[in-house]
């Protein structure tokens, strides 16, 4: 791997520590006034940025970090999610954008709940219109979902109510009407859409392409007593987008002729759109004129925009590519903010690899290390499933190359960005689907001699840890070794202890509850193949974690421990993942360290 630095600090370790910034998001009616989350202090946090005055505050300081957070159209306060240890269970709270009075507030005093008399709850959507009016989007095991209109000086009012899932999606510029993505069909995977008054809770417009095609809201046109929602569909086979005017039900179809999957928001204005094109895990971005009916490619470099807005006073961007670290730009390519210290340590580049595999062709990327191959190398595989690798910055990824391995990610079948189709097709034949491209995948590479097949970890984190563990128990001479992080371990305890969204994702995912498919959740179980695992494996688990629950992972390394097997646990005081940078190296340094110790050629992370 690459010697320490002058200061006794490797490559790997600068990636991780070095001080990130988000995309600043903005309040409508004060653009100067911004909000961005970054790690500075050594935790994510949320910051605010006073842009005419050139001044930036720390907002919030919890122990296990903050990065959900919002800015209503004034921008005069700040909406924050209060969580426990990362559990994601908890409320809103408000603060002011310059913060608290420092003569008459209590600074050791919480800030005050947002929707005082809401109890706590998984956060199922928020969107915010002036003067103080809210619309908060609330899951429970108990209730399902539920979405309240919060006001000044009046108690909470329930204005939808449902035990399938929902969320929240945008209030309309003059704050009478908000849009719900609902799956009172049953599938949370395709939602429809329901656009409701905000005073009575009254249906004003329905949208729907269910069966096994979802509409997503994107936001109401930002001008007053425009009724126009732009709407991500995918009616074609894909993600696209279409602009729906909920008084007259009209709906157009946008055919940009652009390969791939696209997205987008309105320009301030609303005479035009911002479209982010997804293409083979590239991405770029466009100008749509809404009148002249016309596209123009906008500059971005190759790469990855993670994140876009259509400002005022112009596009700003957050971009990355595999070897270079993320940056906030614009469009002229100057820096809009930069976090204090160094930039991290670039990485190399990826190669494209596609695959004919059993569904069709299978893209994955390839990054490879100094040398001559065959490589040991390591399958990093992506969480969701709905997501997909990218040609963009990854500490993980270049922190595995730093120690000699090739590092293969594979956009399987569930990925999105490669069409419908694709994406489902992993519905009712749960993780087996996967396998069988991650399987084919690892043919390729070995056989192009880039990839040695005695020496290749398996390795992911949620989703991609569940796959781990499942594919070390169903194809165990594939994998010399395995790191599962926060993984599905055990599916039905999974399914009866996570939190209410994700029950009714798996029910969209699988056809039905445990109850009533159990075959096929036991046919997706890694517990159900864990005597078949050879390799070592280490198992990375947050204690408080909603998503993949601790339970069903204890289930099944107490299984591994029966038999002997070969495995390490490493627990840690958080959820789903942490936003703490220490524990991040932790996390990864046990990670390189249990694979330089069991994988020959791997290097010590240092």
Known sequence: MDEPTAGGVADWELRFRAARVSLPEWAQDAPHRCLYVSNTTGTFELYAWDRAAGTHRQVTDRPNGTS???????????????????????????QPFEGRDPVNGDASAPDPEAAPGLAAAYSAGLALGREGLAVVGRADDDYGTQVHVVEPGRP???????????????????????????????DSRHPALRVVRVSDGGTV??????????????????VDGDGRLLVGHERRGRSELLVWDVATGAVDELDLGLPGEVGGEWFPDAGALLVE??????????????????????????????????????????????????????????????AAGPRPPRSVPVQDVWVDGPGGRIHALVSLPSGHGPHPAVFLVHGGPAWQDYDSFAADAAAYVDCGLAVVRVNYRGSTGYGSAWRDAIEKRVGVTELEDLAAVHAEVTARGLVDPARVVLSGGSWGGFLTLLGLGRAPEL??????????????????DEMEPLKAYDRSLFGGSPQEVPERYRESSPITYVDAVRAPVLVIAGENDPRCPIRQIENYLSRL?????????????????????EER???????????ARHLPGARSPG
């Open 68 to 94: 959900d957070g919002t800015l209503p159209p004034e921008g005069e306060d700040i909406w924050w999610f209060d969580d426990t240890d990362g559990d994601e269970y908890g409320v809103w709270r408000t």
């Open 156 to 186: 909470p009012r329930l204005l939808y109510a449902h035990a399938e899932s929902a969320t929240v999606g945008d209030l309309s510029e003059d704050g009478t009407l908000v849009v719900i993505a609902h799956s009172e069909h049953g």
């Open 205 to 222: 417009a329905e949208l729907s392409d269910a069966p096994g095609k979802g509409l997503h809201p994107l936001g109401f046109a930002p």
């Open 277 to 338: 094109h997804e293409h083979a895990a590239r991405s770029e971005l466009y100008r749509w004129d809404v009148a002249a009916r016309t596209l123009e490619r906008l500059p971005t470099p190759s790469g990855v925009v993670g994140a876009a807005t259509a400002r005022p006073d112009g596009v700003e961007l957050s971009w990355s590519s595999s070897a270079e670290p993320s940056v906030v730009r614009d469009l002229a390519g100057d820096v809009v903010l930069a």
């Open 479 to 496: 994998w010399a070794l395995g790191v599962a992080a926060v993984p599905v371990a055990d599916y039905v305890a999974a399914y009866e």
């Open 561 to 581: 421990r029966e038999r002997g097997a070969a495995h390490e646990v490493y627990r840690y005081d958080a959820g789903h993942g942490s936003l703490v940078v």
């Open 585 to 595: 190296v932790r996390q990864m340094r046990v990670e390189l360290e249990f694979v």
